[in-house]
């Protein structure tokens, strides 16, 4: 490879770096000032709404945003409804904008003792029981929003469905082209492998904090940040394990196409993200079994195997001299080598 290449591929490596750490410094997230605001002399209110905040992790003045079709609400005082008095309801419509304006503990209510009080973008107040609103709303946080799309059990198995139809067909066709593909006909570079590692050990985090570290992973979600230095430490692994899949995907892509044409480095890609499609399902549930674990140490083993191995082809192209790593046809200039 010549000098001018490998100075272009060091300013790429440094422009990464440098976007990394610009998106780290900027994505501080300020503790919210709502928190504070319904703070009043009382000692028993301020004990009261922090013990909720601790337990809940959210309180008076937090926002929300209706994210089903609607989400109706009582004009009156929850005891009324407890004690099945005659009460008028009124409805907010999807994607309105609510705020916790008051709560309210009622013990004789059988149904659910927390009733939450929300006034809506035009002024209307109502109330609501606690688990009844957290089910038609998520945080105004593009982040929470995420989190709560990507927990959607009618998209995780669409997701699973169509990644293993997907990695089927692209499975086949490598196959068919003889094409280079992610632990098996790879290429000599790292980052693919690293890249399938760090997913594998991202998803076993994910499934671990759901199982130890709920209270923590819900606290998250209420106040979420990419700032993994700002919280505790199990989820600032979680998030650096994320940002280092960002980075390394761009590795990837720089890497790739030096490596291959343009036909087999986007074949190769497709079986990349099927790959990694695979491994998240895998380890994200045997983990809630304690499976994943052994599992992650032997899949490491053989991902770390499998890369020595292809990286260290003797085989080179008879028509334009590059590395491959089976005989047949160059992934380079196409040509067939017997």
């Not at 009622?106 to 009733?115: A, C, E, G, L, Y």
């Not at 982040?143 to 997701?159: G, R």
């Not at 940002?243 to 480095?265: G, K, P, Q, R």
């Amino acid at each position: 490879m010549s000098d001018g290449n490998m100075d272009i591929r060091k300013s790429i490596y440094i422009t990464y770096i440098f976007i990394f750490n610009i998106l780290l410094s900027a994505c501080y997230h300020e503790k919210s000032k709502n928190d504070s605001d319904f703070i009043s002399n009382d000692t028993t209110v301020i004990s009261d709404t922090l013990s909720f905040y601790t337990k809940h992790h959210y309180t008076i003045g937090y926002n929300f945003l209706v994210r089903n079709d609607s989400l109706i609400l009582i004009a009156q005082q929850p005891e009324e409804h407890v004690s099945q008095l005659v009460i008028d309801t009124f409805c907010i419509k999807h994607d309105k904008q609510i705020a916790v304006s008051d709560i309210r503990i009622i013990p004789q209510d059988s149904v659910d003792s927390v009733w939450i009080q929300v006034i809506t973008e035009d002024g209307r107040i109502g109330w609501n029981h606690e688990t009844e609103m957290l089910r038609s709303v998520v945080p105004t946080d593009p982040i929470s929003q995420f989190i709560m799309m990507f927990s959607d059990a009618h998209l995780i198995i669409a997701i699973i469905i169509l990644a293993l139809i997907a990695t089927a067909y692209i499975a086949r066709t490598i196959q068919k082209r003889n094409a280079p593909i992610v632990h098996l006909r790879d290429i000599p570079s790292p980052y693919p492998t690293l890249l399938c590692i760090i997913v594998a050990f991202s998803a076993t985090l994910y499934a671990s904090l759901q199982m130890f570290g709920a209270d923590t992973w819900q606290h998250f979600y209420y106040h979420p940040s990419l700032n993994p230095f700002s919280m505790p430490l199990i989820l600032g692994v979680f998030i650096s394990s994320v940002w280092a899949m960002l980075i390394i995907s761009l590795a990837v892509l720089e890497d790739v196409h030096h490596h291959l044409n343009l036909e087999d480095t986007f074949l190769y890609l497709l079986g990349l993200c099927g790959v990694c499609s695979i491994l998240y399902i895998i380890f994200s549930i045997s983990t809630l079994y304690y499976i994943g674990y052994p599992l992650l140490i032997a899949y490491c083993w053989f991902a770390i195997k499998s890369y020595q191995r292809n990286s260290q082809s003797n085989l080179a192209c008879g028509n334009c001299g590059r590395r491959i790593q089976s005989k047949g046809r160059c992934p380079h200039c196409g040509a067939i080598n017997e």
